[in-house]
């Protein structure tokens, strides 16, 4: 190894997890599909046929065809059109590019906020702490889905919604991991110390318990991403997601799963598949950095 | 003459890991005779604890007996079938513990875990194992032994479930028993009763002791011979006596000096420089040559030799302590 | 005992309060529902009575109380649709959801289990390589989209399996289920397997986690230096203490199936209170959602309850004194 790659790059390269990571097909699997997925969502509108969300571009006379594949198929449209004549592939692009901003944007605000919960509860003890981890006891005691079920059922259609209702139910899990982590950093030493010639300490505490949970955030993060767009594809699919203007990719299951007993089974199965794939990629990864990070996580 | 009942030759364990390999047992011979208590003494980090899981073999994941001989009764147990393997665990050699508090399984009785040996290794029907069961708890002097049996491990002391496993370990009359630390988890006044019962139940039948531990000053009350090992590495063997009196490694006469002393006032410990080197990346020459006061360059070079100090004293040293003549 | 269950009765009690609020905090914001039972051309004076009808002009704590004196009589109101009482439509649709709730159960334990244990054990090994690549697979389905798939292969494809709604309904030992019929059996299989599916796959994860830390203990290789075979020590000593969180599992995933039912229910139209539930909330139909949650929050502190007691006799350690 040359004197150049010395340094972080370096270091990162030689370290362990990198190591085992070169010997995991399914870590490896997992970030391919995952950049590829990226790439796809970023890339996609220069390549796809058309802008499925423009009205004026679709036909009619182009509904209803299968993928190229079976009888009847088009090589203009891969994998066939819906009831609007709207060409498949493009749906799924610009559809991924629905669930995959709810997934990253809804994970970056459910952890601001819970990190901050987090924080304040361990930092100020007591009452908040008391409050705030009530509530997160009274929350994880029901399921996920629901919540976001009903708090959808509330708030209505939209994806400012959606982003609003993962984040009520996303933040418990960072709130957690940072509130256990501030209260042990809290207990030491150096922060009595602070403490006793008067300084500040909450800017120490936070220098000090940041670095200490980053290595859960990711593991936590990674998951969290594909559960939260699985969590907006079944809203969506129930009607309750996304608006019928930026359909994500469940909302495309919707639309299609009442043509599915017509025997269009592409029109639904198919963006159903490309979220597995999503989140496969996902998990695939999650699994692999929860095991070197973090084993003690569920 | 007595005989041997162990020999261990030129045994090597290895541990392979992403850093690299970590030689936790490298070519250590040594032997145990019939009734004998042989001590292995070390640092922690030594290869104590690995040398004695590797003579029942069971080293798991990522380590590796490499090679050697493991002579039992003059049969190798490197050449036995795991299956082979199994009837002479428990039976013929069995293990105690470092720490009490996990050995045991939280979720069966007492008396469950006693029976199992009993039922693994002899022939007895159910009715002489719970008889037998309730000696053996006597025999560690577990008071009440009738009702214990059906107690779970939670419901005792530290020292108690010592004495569990120790009636465990010699449920089935095993000829060699290797206890691993047995004392070092447990709280100091309880140690010493421990180690009585461990040696009076041993030497009552007649039976050989394997006792791994840091604590030279425990040793040198019970055993017949030390094994002193550094780095995976035996580097002074010989009777009791002989070692601690005569000690002719630096690292033994390390050991004894940190050993307090209430008798002697002695106004501070000595200590030995240094701290054990890092398994992945161990000196060239002799392992202990940095912390060594004695060294001189051909240490840093060259592994010593074994050498003979007398007809059972064995020493690994370029330059080892020896009795100055009056 | 007696003391564990009076502090579980307070606890129940406790929780209810505060989902009760909630619950009225929720329904309150949620659509107008005064528009839902007037004619569209409405006077003001026919929207003022439905209002007072239904008790809106009162001040918010008011409607509190009577919601809260209500649901203690069971008595959520009726819904805006069926007028029917709201609670009776839930306990009327309950048992066609505890139905594919308890197959599905089933199905993951019996596949989950011992899936788990055995990759656990032998992490090595191909076939848990190939259970693991499976329970990852599993947890990475949207449940909606396994529901599809099954219905297009079993019912459109091969056409063996009906494509939707509830089966005959017989009688065992007198309980009205349609797992007394083959008809009802042919109903239930694809949705319970639906629900099942993301179920087998986190049991698999937690029993074989657990399996894997049950492994690394001193007890195991202790029973190992008895000289206790391995795969005895993995299905004995090891497998004992991965099955007692293994029940605590079993609690939580129950929860979570009932609350995946309302995807399945309404891909099947299976009508339990599940598709009720999505029903309702298409109508903003408060009684029923605030009888649902309700009665969903009872059942979830009853479900701990049971498993607090399970432990009790599966688990030597611990003791309710």
């Known amino acids: 190894m040359s004197e150049k790659t010395a340094g972080r790059w370096g270091l990162f390269l030689r370290s362990e997890i990198f190591h085992n990571y070169r010997r995991s097909p399914s870590a490896i699997a997992g970030s391919i599909m995952v950049v590829l997925v990226l790439l796809v969502a970023l890339l996609g509108p220069i390549w796809t046929v058309q802008n499925p969300y423009d009205i004026a571009s679709l036909e009619l006379g182009d509904a209803y065809k299968p993928p190229v594949w079976l009888e009847g198929g088009e090589a203009k449209f891969f994998l066939g059109t819906d009831q609007q004549g709207r060409d498949m592939v493009s749906a799924i692009v610009y559809g991924s590019r629905v669930s995959l901003f709810i997934g990253i944007a809804g994970t970056i605000m459910a952890s601001v906020i819970g990190i901050a919960l987090g924080l304040m509860a361990g930092y100020f003890g007591g009452k908040v702490d008391g409050i705030i981890m009530r509530i997160a006891d009274i929350q994880l005691s029901f399921p996920t889905m629901l919540i976001a079920l009903l708090l959808m059922s509330v708030l209505g259609k939209g994806v400012f919604n959606i982003l609003l209702s993962l984040t009520l139910v996303g933040w418990v899990r960072y709130a957690r991991t940072v509130r256990g982590e501030t209260l042990s950093v809290k207990k030491s030493e150096y922060i009595e110390a602070a403490k006793v010639i008067g300084l500040p300490d909450l800017r120490i505490l936070v220098r000090h318990v940041l670095p200490n949970v980053f290595a859960s955030i990711i593991v936590l993060s990674t998951i969290q991403v594909g559960s939260f767009i699985l969590t907006e594809a079944s809203l969506s699919f129930l009607g309750m997601g996304v608006p019928l203007t930026r359909p994500s990719l469940g909302m495309l299951c919707n639309n299609g799963f009442t043509v599915l007993y017509s025997g269009l089974w592409w029109v639904s199965i198919l963006p159903g598949l490309y979220i597995m794939v999503i989140v496969f990629g996902i998990n695939l990864l999650g699994d692999f950095l929860r095991d070197e990070l973090n084993p003690k996580l569920k | ?326 | 005992m007696f003391r564990f269950i009076v502090k579980r009765l307070i606890q129940l009690v406790l929780v209810l309060f505060v989902v009760s609020l909630i619950v009225f905090v929720f329904t309150s914001v949620m659509g107008n529902p005064v528009y839902l039972m007037v004619r569209e051309n409405a006077t003001e004076a026919e929207i003022q009575a439905v209002v007072q009808y239904l008790g809106l002009d009162k001040p918010l704590p008011v409607q509190y109380g009577i919601f809260l004196k209500n649901a203690l009589h069971g008595n959520f109101g009726k819904s805006y649709m069926y007028h029917l009482p709201a609670l009776g439509l839930i306990m009327e649709r309950f048992p066609a959801t505890l139905e594919i709730v308890v197959v599905a159960l089933l199905l993951s334990a019996s596949l989950g289990i011992p899936l788990g244990v055995l990759s656990g054990a032998y992490p090595k090994s191909k076939f848990s390589q190939g259970v693991m690549a499976f329970s990852i697979a599993g947890i990475s389905m949207p449940s909606f989209w396994i529901g599809m798939v099954m219905i297009f292969f079993f019912s459109l494809y091969l056409g063996v399996l009906p494509v939707s709604g509830r089966g005959d309904v017989g009688t065992i030992l007198g309980i009205n289920t349609s797992l007394a019929t083959v008809n009802g059996w042919q109903h239930i299989i694809l949705p319970s397997i639906t629900l099942a599916l993301g179920n087998v796959a986190t049991i698999i994860r937690l029993t074989r986690s657990g399996m894997q830390e049950n492994m690394r203990q001193d007890y195991v290789r202790f029973a190992r230096a008895k000289g206790v075979p391995r795969r005895k020590v993995l299905f004995g000593h090891a497998l004992k203490n991965t099955l007692i969180p293994v029940v605590t599992i079993f609690g939580l995933q129950m929860g979570s199936l009932i609350a995946f039912t309302t995807i399945t229910e309404t891909i099947f139209a299976w009508p339990g209170m599940g598709k009720l539930l999505i029903d309702a909330i298409n109508i903003a139909a408060r009684p029923i959602i605030a009888a649902y949650i309700l009665f969903v929050a009872v059942m979830f502190v009853f479900i701990n309850f049971i498993v607090d007691i399970l432990y009790v006799f599966i688990d030597p350690r611990i003791d309710l004194q």
């Open chain 2, 1 to 326: 003459m007595t005989k041997k009942l162990l020999e261990v030759k030129n045994l090597r364990t290895y541990f392979h890991t992403f850093k690299g390999t970590v030689k936790a047992v490298d070519d250590v011979s040594f032997w145990v005779d019939e009734g004998e208590i042989l001590a292995i003494v070390g640092e922690s980090g030594g290869g104590k604890s690995v040398t004695g899981f590797s003579v029942i073999r069971l080293i798991e994941e990522p380590g590796r007996i490499e090679s050697g001989e493991i002579l039992f009764e003059g049969k190798d147990l490197m050449g036995l079938s795991e299956s082979q393997m199994n009837r002479v665990r428990g039976k013929d050699i069995s293990m105690i513990f470092q720490d009490p508090m996990t050995s045991l399984n939280p979720v069966y009785t007492i008396g469950q875990q006693i029976e199992e040996t009993l039922i693994l290794h002899t022939d007895l029907s159910p009715k002489e194992r719970k008889a037998a069961s309730i000696e053996l708890l006597r025999s560690v002097g577990i008071s009440n032994p009738e009702s214990r049996l059906k107690a779970y491990p939670h419901q005792f002391s530290g020292g108690m479930r010592q004495r569990v496993i120790i009636a465990i370990a010699l449920a089935a009359d095993p000829k060699l028993i290797i206890a691993d630390e047995p004392t070092t988890a447990l709280d100091v006044t309880i140690q010493a009763q421990i180690l009585r019962l461990m040696a009076e139940l041993v030497r009552g039948k007649g039976r050989s002791l394997i006792l791994v531990t840091h604590d030279l000053a425990v040793v040198s009350e019970m055993a017949d011979r030390i094994n002193v090992m550094y780095c995976g590495k035996v580097v002074e063997s010989g009777p009791t006596r002989d070692v601690i009196d005569r000690s002719a490694h630096p690292y033994t006469k390390g050991l004894i000096g940190s050993i307090p002393d209430l008798e002697r006032d002695k106004n501070r410990l000595e200590t030995i420089k240094g701290i054990v080197p890092n398994m992945f990346d161990l000196p060239k020459g002799c392992k202990f040559a940095p912390r060594c006061t004695r060294a001189k360059e051909i240490c840093h070079v060259q592994e010593p030799e074994v050498i003979n100090m007398s007809q059972s004293h064995q020493v690994a040293c370029h330059f080892p302590f020896r009795e100055e003549v009056l």
